[in-house]
């Protein structure tokens, strides 16, 4: 069983940056897909970023050069940071990871870490 720690989250103004961590145990995080999801009050849950074991990178297209989503094997870690925030980035951030390609949605991550809330102000 995997267990994702998140970290990073805060309140900040709109332009603002903020990073997450998300900090892996109990399996072999260096082979697994890893994620965030963000869920804002009366919203479904959506992608932010996905990587691969090898580092390759997607990132949706409403945060796409504002947040860069990174890893660190050797630490079982990965990371976002976020730049030039807005308050539609106003969420519950959710760390996540898998073996399953889970860039297509939240039916393909197989473990979830328990969230950290980003709030930024106008």
């Known amino acids: 069983q995997v267990q994702l720690v998140e970290s990073g989250g805060g309140f900040v103004q709109a332009g603002g940056s903020l990073r997450l961590s998300c900090t892996a145990s109990?399996?072999?995080?260096?082979?697994?897909?890893a994620g965030w999801f963000r869920q804002a009050p009366g919203k479904e849950r959506e992608l932010v970023a996905a990587?691969?074991?090898?580092?390759?990178?997607i990132h949706a297209d409403a945060v796409k050069g504002r947040f860069t989503i990174s890893r660190d094997n050797a630490k079982n870690a990965v990371f976002l940071q976020m730049d030039v925030l807005k308050p539609e980035d106003t969420a519950v951030y959710y760390c996540?990871?898998?073996?399953?390609?889970?860039?297509?949605?939240?039916?393909?991550?197989?473990?979830w870490g328990q969230g950290t809330q980003v709030t930024v102000s106008s």
């Open positions: 990587i691969t074991s090898g580092g390759g990178a």
């Open positions: 109990g399996g072999t995080f260096s082979t697994y897909v």
């Open positions: 996540s990871a898998g073996t399953r390609p889970l860039w297509y949605g939240s039916p393909f991550v197989d473990y």
